[in-house]
């Protein structure tokens, strides 16, 4: 199982090396993964439902844009194993993208100390507000737009084969 080496997998998938048992592996952790997400915002409270709503409705929305194009980047109807694919592809990417979120928020975390430095604490909360929700919304558009390109290109290279 590959957590990081996407061409590694890349190429196994090309080269149909994976087993079964691999795929269900894939299959498994990618599925944990979705449900620690999904716990995680069950614990997270909405406080502004707009900023949540907005979000939710456009996720939905990528998601259909986004499995259809990866959908063709595999082949279309005569592409293999889509979701096979798809699904095995999502571990190491997915595990790229985390890291890069968390990332973000450090630097974020980071620029708000810094920041905090020429501005009275008191201050803060009430500069920040306003703007939390939205940026988070617009970072989250963000990885899922990228996330979704690189399924595609991922993808692509595993069915150039098939062609």
Known sequence: MYFWNTKKLIEDLRNGRLSEQNYK?????SSVFMFII??????SPIVDIVPNLIDALISIIILIIGVNFCFNANGGNQGKQFLTRLICICLPIGVRFLLAYILIMVFI????????????????????EPYKH??????????????????CVALKAISRIDN
Do not use: D
């Open 25 to 29: 592996n894939y299959y498994l952790i």
């Open 38 to 43: 999904m716990f995680a915002m069950r614990l």
């Open 109 to 128: 975390i980071i620029a708000f100390v810094i920041t905090a430095r020429f501005i009275e604490p008191t201050q803060i909360p009430a500069l920040i």
């Open 134 to 151: 939205w940026v988070l919304f617009f970072i989250s558009i963000l990885m899922q737009v990228m996330m979704y390109w690189r399924f």
